[in-house]
């Protein structure tokens, strides 16, 4: 038992060990396949600004600046004139221009062409004084400036305008961006061409594997594509300083298909092999429980067996002792009269009957055991078969005083085999003598029920417990009863009339008699027709 729980315990530990060697397998890839999704989105990141900055910012910016006159301060230009400065290939990025404005720094002064909330004013003129010290050192073509106002993002492009003659500070012009605009442009960066790199997948990787949302500095979604997203496998790169920090502020959020995780990983998501491990380890538990059961089995079988030993030898050695004392009284020719003479006679015919009866029974159980019992049943009348066995009987009735009254149905008749069912006739009648008091009468019948036959041995003994009426037919068993009585017995009788019984197509139980003893009936099937009486 020690070795069999020490293999469970192992068991567990093992199966602990599978699970979070899966559990380790399964992080490390749902870890690869973020830093997949954190590549696709540091290459849109890239491609975006490439493409907005270099196709839409630089090429409107320069057209404002080329179209905004010098003087007067406050000058703005005219979207028709900033129209005329762009190329055809450029003219969609005027769209992106939602207001023009221009600050005058001599002058502290802005002017804007179009509407512009209050605060949002404000918070312009407070960013381009502090830009324009620096604006004339910077060597980059254009600057954005990015503020959050309430709950919106703002983003304005602003250069400057060529040095006027003369002393005083060069004026700056920009115009602020649509950022609601910016989606197509968006949208043709992220269907132009797969976002990760052609050499994984084997280049059948495409952006449908991939959930694209674009958030501003104010967290408002500006931008979705691609599928509906898998939070699981979602990186968040935001886009910083990239193109001199054109889109500061803003996050791509991408996450990846975990269908697509075979292309990218060796051998994919794995998958929770917890259920497999669960239901092995039950079933190695239930198996250990299983070797458990039979261990305290064959233990309680081993004593039982050593108890049966014991018992058939005293069984054999109360017979064995009685043939023995009788023989050595008529070879030494003690017997005073001829009537003790017979009664020494029967007391060796009665012991050698039982002791038969005992050799038979163990015979016939161990049999039973290896499933070596080979019946031959057949129709046959029972009146001849039991009154003859009666007769038999009748010497060891008068040895234990009681009276056996046999009246068996003459026109009853079963399926039997007729040695198996003598020596159940025997083990029932052995049994009424043994455990019933003496001077008792026992009663043997038969009756018809039906597409049945039984054979009832009625005692007027203590009787069967209800409790206790199914236990008595098991192997080995006996009543704590008869055991505390001292009552010989080797517990296999009955049970071997329950096998006899099976195996003829019958069945056995007791019941109580109406002497006040108990009642052993054996069902057994009877023939369909009518069998000629002998």
């Not at 199966?15 to 380790?24: K, L, R």
């Amino acid at each position: 038992m020690g070795l069999l729980v020490a293999a469970l315990l192992l068991s567990c530990i093992l199966a602990w060990q599978a699970v979070m060697a899966a559990h380790s397998h399964r992080y490390v890839t749902e870890a690869v396949l973020r830093d997949f999704a954190r590549l696709a989105a540091g290459e849109f990141v890239r491609r975006s600004t490439a493409d907005i900055g270099f196709n839409a910012y630089y090429p409107l910016i320069t057209a404002i600046r080329a179209a905004t006159p010098p003087s007067p301060p406050g000058a703005l230009p005219g979207t028709e004139a900033v129209a005329e400065r762009l190329e055809e290939r450029a003219r969609p990025s005027l769209k992106l221009a939602g207001c023009f404005f221009r600050y005058d720094a001599d002058l502290d002064k802005l002017s804007v062409g179009g509407s512009i909330d209050p605060p949002v004013r404000e918070k312009l003129e407070t960013e381009l004084r502090t830009l324009e010290a620096r604006a004339a050192s910077s060597e980059a073509p254009y600057t954005t400036v990015h503020a959050v106002v309430g709950d919106r993002a703002h983003s304005f492009v602003v250069t400057s305008l060529a040095q006027k003659s003369g002393a005083g500070r060069t004026p700056q012009v920009g115009f602020e961006v649509s950022l609601d605009a910016l989606e197509p442009w968006f949208l043709r960066v992220f269907e132009r061409a797969p976002l990760l790199p052609e050499s994984l997948g084997g280049g059948r990787l495409t952006n449908e594997i991939l959930s694209l949302r674009l958030e501003d500095a104010a967290g408002r979604e500006r931008f979705r594509a691609g599928g509906e997203g898998w939070p699981d496998f979602t990186a968040d790169v935001p886009y910083g300083d990239a193109y001199r920090g054109m889109f500061k502020g803003m996050h791509v959020h991408t996450s990846l298909d975990p269908k697509a995780a075979p292309l990218l990983v060796i051998g994919g998501l794995p998958r929770s092999r917890l259920p497999l491990l669960i239901a092995l380890l039950a079933l190695t538990g239930g198996f250990v429980a299983a070797g458990i059961f039979q261990l305290r089995r064959e233990r309680a079988l081993s004593a039982l067996r050593s108890e049966f030993v014991s018992r058939v030898s005293h069984e054999l050695r109360t017979p064995l002792t009685q043939i023995r004392m009788f023989a050595e009284t008529l070879l030494l020719d003690r017997v005073r009269s001829e009537e003790e003479r017979r009664r020494s006679l029967e007391i060796l015919y009665r012991e050698a009957r039982r002791l038969g009866n005992l050799v038979e029974s163990i015979l016939q159980f161990s049999r039973g055991e290896r499933g070596a019992i080979r019946l031959d049943p057949r129709p046959r009348h029972l009146v001849p078969l039991l009154r003859d066995w009666i007769d038999s009987f009748q010497p060891l009735a008068r040895g234990a005083r009681l009276v056996l009254d046999g009246s068996p149905d003459a026109a009853v008749a079963a399926v039997v085999d007729e040695d198996a069912l003598h020596q159940m006739f025997l083990n029932l009648l052995d049994n009424a003598v043994k455990y019933g008091p003496e001077g008792q009468t026992i009663r043997v019948g038969t009756t018809r029920s039906g597409s049945h036959t039984r054979i009832w041995i009625a005692d007027q003994g203590p009787g069967v417990p209800p409790g206790e009426r199914e236990r008595i037919w098991d192997s080995f068993q006996r009543l704590s009863r008869d055991e505390a009585a001292a009552i010989a017995g080797t517990g296999i009788g009955l049970s071997v009339v329950r096998d006899l019984a099976q195996l003829q197509g019958g069945s056995c139980w007791v019941e109580d008699s109406a002497g006040g003893g108990a009642q052993f009936v054996v069902q057994l099937p009877a023939p369909p027709e009518a069998v000629a009486e002998p």
